[in-house]
């Protein structure tokens, strides 16, 4: 059933491979069973259609942050939640789209870059280490963690699930999302109905 709620904007930042698409995706399925209007907004979606053609130099990496966080702000404020993933390395950035969204969490994705180079999902870290990529985040370009993020992931040692259900619960004790039905965190059908979904989109196997 669709409910009445307050926009707020969750935001995603970490390395390449870190996570942010994964639970981005599993907590849009949590808070949409729960009646709640969401929109992702993807960095690699995006930068196909309203970032096309923008680089990865620090100019065109904040442009492309600005106009994902002017589309979260448009959805906050008309009752939507907005959900984006995107590296944004820039502190000074991710503070611009805080500030003028207002309702606003931040969740660190983390994880050790010798995971992530194991993990080597896309390929991406191989080409950035022989150079092939230029301006790789993590190797050959700047992160700047995160001084106060509202929640920390650190995927290279918690499951999917368990990171999904540590933001949830953030989101239910600041009161911007309705709290589970089960005492639990999230109910056995909703973590087999998340699992089923990232299964689908190839996110786990
Ligand atoms: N706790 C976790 N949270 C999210 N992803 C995880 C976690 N543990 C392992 N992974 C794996 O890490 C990879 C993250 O990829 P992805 O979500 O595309 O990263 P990003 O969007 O940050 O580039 C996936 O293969 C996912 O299954
Ligand atoms: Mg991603």
Redesign the pocket.
Same mark, same amino acid.
């Given at each position: 059933m669709r409910m009445e709620h307050a926009g707020f904007t969750l935001w995603f930042t970490?390395l /390449?491979?870190?996570?942010?698409? @994964?639970?981005a995706r599993g907590v849009e399925a949590i808070l949409r069973e729960r009646g709640m209007k969401v929109e992702v907004l993807d960095g690699d979606i995006i930068r196909q259609n309203l970032s096309k053609g923008l680089g990865f130099s620090k100019e065109d990496r904040d442009t492309n942050i600005k106009r994902i966080g002017f589309v979260c702000k448009l959805l906050t404020r008309n009752g939507v939640v907005a959900i984006a993933?995107a590296i944004s390395p820039y502190r000074e950035i991710r503070e611009y789209v805080r500030h003028d969204i207002g309702s606003f969490i931040l969740v660190y994705?983390k994880c050790s870059l010798e995971v992530l180079i194991q993990?080597d999902?896309k390929g991406l870290y191989q080409k950035a280490l022989s150079g092939e990529i230029r301006n790789f985040t993590g190797i050959s370009d700047p992160y700047e963690q995160p001084l106060h993020p509202e929640v920390t992931?650190d @995927?290279a040692v918690? /499951?999917?699930s368990?990171?999904i259900a540590k933001i949830i619960s953030k989101l239910e004790a600041l009161q911007l999302i309705p709290v589970g039905q089960e005492h639990a965190v999230y109910s056995a059908k909703e973590e087999s109905e998340v699992e089923e979904r990232l299964r689908a989109l190839g996110?786990?196997s």
């Open positions: 970490g /390449s491979g870190a996570g942010k698409t @994964t639970l993933s994705v993990r999902a992931v @995927t918690e /499951s999917p368990q990171s996110y786990i």
